[in-house]
């Protein structure tokens, strides 16, 4: 499994994932919302801690950027 996400990306799904997690926890959202939220928000944290999306990969897609010299 190669790297095929940039930090930026990470960044902004953690913080997706953080914003879904304190809305539950507020009783801003509940129900069936919720679930569909919070199921989308833990697939965002673990590709983010693992720095690789599954969507990615069947399209070549990577926001990681060009390693190496120029």
Do not use: E, H, Q
């Amino acid at each position: 499994m190669k790297s095929n996400m940039g930090t930026t990306d990470r960044i902004i799904r953690t913080v997706l994932a953080l914003g879904v997690g304190a809305l539950w926890f507020t009783g801003r959202i509940s129900g069936t919302v919720a679930i569909v939220l919070g199921a989308i928000a833990v697939m965002f944290l673990l590709s983010s801690l693992i720095s690789w999306c599954p969507a990615y990969a069947p399209f070549g897609f990577s926001t990681r950027g060009k390693s190496g010299p120029a």
